[in-house]
């Protein structure tokens, strides 16, 4: 699977680090350091028979969903943007499913886990 990312608004330093298995339950584990004003987007799968849900949703945001849209070529996007105001620590799990024929579910469900370092 690859990975896309883009950020939105005024960037500064940001630091993203992809990691395996940091999370004893994930699949995956991103690590990102962005400002409370910036939103952080990862693109996960894009085919008719695949899919991206939160299955634990961020503590901290104003902004955490997935986008399957024109706007994002029709990939699944995950999106989130921190509360206004907000530093700490914040975390969301996704589940990005693939291995469908369309007539049966998913074979594969691959935890990616997002841990967010958000400061001023």
């Known amino acids: 699977?690859?990975?896309?990312?883009?950020?939105?608004?005024?960037?500064?330093?940001?630091?993203?680090?992809?990691?395996?298995?940091?999370?004893?339950?994930?699949?995956?584990?991103?690590?990102?350091?962005?400002?409370?004003?910036?939103?952080f987007q990862y693109r996960t799968v894009g085919g008719d028979e695949e899919g991206a849900r939160i299955s634990t949703q961020a503590a901290h945001f104003s902004i955490s969903e997935i986008r399957r849209d024109p706007s994002t070529d029709w990939y699944a996007v995950y999106v989130y943007q921190s509360a206004a105001g907000f530093v700490g620590e914040d975390h969301a799990e996704v589940e990005v499913m693939t291995g469908s024929d369309g007539a049966s579910a998913p074979t594969n469900i691959k935890k990616m886990?997002?841990?967010?370092?958000?400061?001023?």
């Open 1 to 39: 699977m690859s990975a896309t990312f883009r950020f939105t608004g005024l960037v500064a330093a940001i630091l993203v680090g992809v990691q395996g298995c940091k999370d004893p339950n994930a699949d995956e584990t991103v690590i990102v350091y962005l400002k409370n004003t910036e939103t």
């Open 113 to 120: 886990v997002f841990r967010f370092s958000v400061h001023d």
